[in-house]
């Protein structure tokens, strides 16, 4: 099954749990695998770092994970809903899916897990990304001119 749309997928798997490798339970990087899985088929790299951030930071893993499918976006101010960010917070790095976006507060709304209050299931959480943001993944399919 692929999404025709951001919304499409980000309504699809809002408020469900995901735990694609079995391991450290419902982790941010298991909701962004199971988007490369279903939608691009395969893998959302680390680099072999074990963390989240190394999808951005190891360079083949970043150009692993792009492939033909992504656009590699370096600045915030560019991100759009559905774009996958990277960022550098916490031990590990966080992977989410942009939901809203409120640029007159600077501040973006992501779907992902592992984030907010709820650890358990995919839910929705505002985050400025000042400092933490890396990068992010544009899947074309959705932002064809």
């Not at 982790?27 to 951005?56: H, I, M, P």
């Not at 991100?79 to 939901?99: E, F, M, P, R, S």
Request: glycine share 10%; aromatic share 18%.
């Amino acid at each position: 099954m692929k999404w025709k749309t951001p919304k499409e997928f980000l309504d699809a798997t809002y408020h469900k749990k995901y735990d694609m490798d079995g391991y450290y339970g419902k982790q941010c990087w298991d909701y962004g695998e199971f988007f490369w899985l279903r939608q691009v088929k395969r893998n959302l790299s680390t680099g072999g770092t074990g963390c989240a951030f190394g999808c951005w930071t190891n360079a083949d893993a970043r150009k692993f994970n792009a492939g033909k499918d992504f656009s590699l976006i370096t600045k915030k101010a560019n991100l759009k809903v559905g774009d996958w960010v990277i960022l550098n917070t916490g031990k590990y790095g966080h992977v989410a899916c942009v939901q809203e976006i409120d640029k007159k507060r600077n501040r973006y709304k992501l779907q992902g897990q592992n984030q907010g209050v709820n650890k358990t299931w995919v839910n929705r959480v505002w985050f400025n990304l000042d400092k933490s943001f890396l990068g992010a993944f544009r899947y074309k399919e959705w932002h064809k001119k």
